[in-house]
C-alpha cells in the first residue's frame, strides 16, 4: 500500500515536516506500507505557473500523480492568518476535483499557539469533504509547547491507527458460526459506513 505525506512546510528546519513524519512514522507501526513524500516548499514556482499556463512542471505533475495514485494521505500544514497556508491551499487547487474521491486522509497542523487548533475542523476537515475525501476522526494539531510535552504521541499513535485501519479494511475475524478452514483463516469485512462509527466510537 502507498502513503504519501504532503507536507507544507516552509522553514529547514520545518517543526511541519516533523509532525508529518512523525504521523508517517506511526502509520507504519500499525500497517505495511510505502511512504512517498511531497514538499510542497519545493514544487511552489511550479504551483504559481500551473495557475498562469494550464500546465504543470515536471515535479508538480509527478506529485499530483502521486496523490492521485495514493491508498491513504497524510496532509500537513502550518497555520497562516488562522487557516492553512496559501501554498497548501493552492497545491489542492489544481489537483484534479475528483482525485480524493473516497481516499482515506489523516489531517494535521502546526502553529505557534494553542488557541489556532480549531483550524482543524472549521478549515482542513471542511476542504477535504468538500473533496469527497475520507477524513479520519482524529486530527492532530501541534502547538510549539506541545513538543516533548504529554499528549501529543498518544493523538499522533491515535490518527495513525485509525488512517492504517481504513487502509486495511478494517477486517475481523470471522464470526464463530462459520469456522474457517483449518488451512486458511478467514475474514469478515465490515462495510464501510460500519469502518467510519467504528472509527468515530473510539
Do not use: C
Not at 36 to 65: C, S
Not at 88 to 100: G, H, M, N, R
Not at 134 to 142: K, L, Q
Request: hydrophobic letters at 50%; aromatic letters at 6%.
Amino acid at each position: 500500500m502507498k502513503l504519501v505525506v504532503v507536507s507544507a512546510g516552509l522553514s529547514v528546519p520545518s517543526s511541519t515536516r516533523l509532525l508529518a513524519d512523525r504521523l508517517a512514522g506511526a502509520v507504519q507501526r500499525h500497517a505495511s506500507v510505502d511512504v512517498e513524500v511531497v514538499e510542497l516548499r519545493d514544487l511552489a514556482v511550479e504551483i504559481a505557473h500551473h495557475f498562469t499556463n494550464g500546465f504543470p512542471g515536471r515535479r508538480l505533475a509527478a506529485a499530483l500523480e502521486a496523490v492521485t495514485a495514493a491508498d491513504a494521505l497524510i496532509v500537513v500544514t502550518p497555520v497562516f492568518s488562522a487557516s492553512y497556508s496559501g501554498l497548501f491551499k493552492s497545491f489542492f487547487d489544481v489537483l484534479d476535483p475528483d482525485a480524493l474521491a473516497g481516499k482515506p486522509v489523516l489531517v494535521a497542523a502546526t502553529g505557534g499557539s494553542a488557541r489556532h487548533s480549531l483550524v482543524l475542523e472549521h478549515a482542513l476537515r471542511p476542504l477535504f469533504s468538500y473533496l469527497r475525501a475520507v477524513v479520519v476522526p482524529t486530527a492532530v494539531y501541534a502547538a510549539s509547547e506541545d513538543w516533548g510535552a504529554q499528549g501529543l504521541p498518544e493523538r499522533i499513535d491515535r490518527a495513525a491507527g485509525e488512517l492504517a485501519a481504513l487502509m486495511t479494511g478494517l477486517s475481523t475475524p470471522s464470526s464463530p458460526s462459520r469456522p474457517a478452514r483449518a488451512d486458511q483463516d478467514e475474514v469478515t469485512v465490515v462495510p464501510f459506513a460500519d469502518q467510519l462509527a467504528a472509527l468515530a466510537a473510539r
